[in-house]
């Protein structure tokens, strides 16, 4: 049974925390970190969506808001906080490490699954923590966006796109180039960016299931 709940990420720079919704089973295989898009949060259908298929698998989930209330705000206004990869990724290793010291999950192997600009934070993030990020999963992403540390991120990263968002496909080949990690490109056809088209999402959700279950568990033999 899963069980489910709020959860606040100290931002002390801020002095403030960001908000998070925490689910965990007690035969959780490992858990997965969500780094969403611009203008997105951890209310975003999409997410959700995925991560309830995951939670129906044994993974745990942690979905954050990665900007406060208060830069939500701004950034409604302004769009200066979506593109900031450096604090988006800043946001998720703060995460991360709530989880390494919670008790319920510092022992589960740890992955991200990040969408557009949350794959950079991802991928940023995965970088400077090699060894607690075992697996990523890029939906619709933006790993362009954090090529420099490219080179550096350990994890196996798995990048799913969608056959129409052909801009987004080509920038994901490119920075594979970059990426000297075991690594996969997962083509969606007749899907486009957001992979709205009935079914397509499922067809995200799949291989990334697979994908984290082999990686994750691979950490716990």
Known sequence: MMEKKEILIPIPER????????????????????????????????????AKMFNQKAIATLLIDLLTEEEEKIDALTGEYRFDIDLLSRRLMAATRWLKQNATTRKLPLGYFGASTGAAAALVAAAQLPDDVKAVVSRGGRPDLAMEYLPRVRAPTLFIVGGKDTQVLELNRKAMEKLTAEKRLEIVPGASHLFEEPGKLDEVVRPSIDWFVAKLSQVTK
């Open 15 to 50: 002095k403030t925390a960001i908000k998070g919704d925490l689910t965990v089973s007690s035969d959780a295989k490992g858990i997965v970190l969500f780094a969403h898009g611009s203008g997105s949060g951890r209310f975003s259908p999409r997410n959700q969506y995925v």
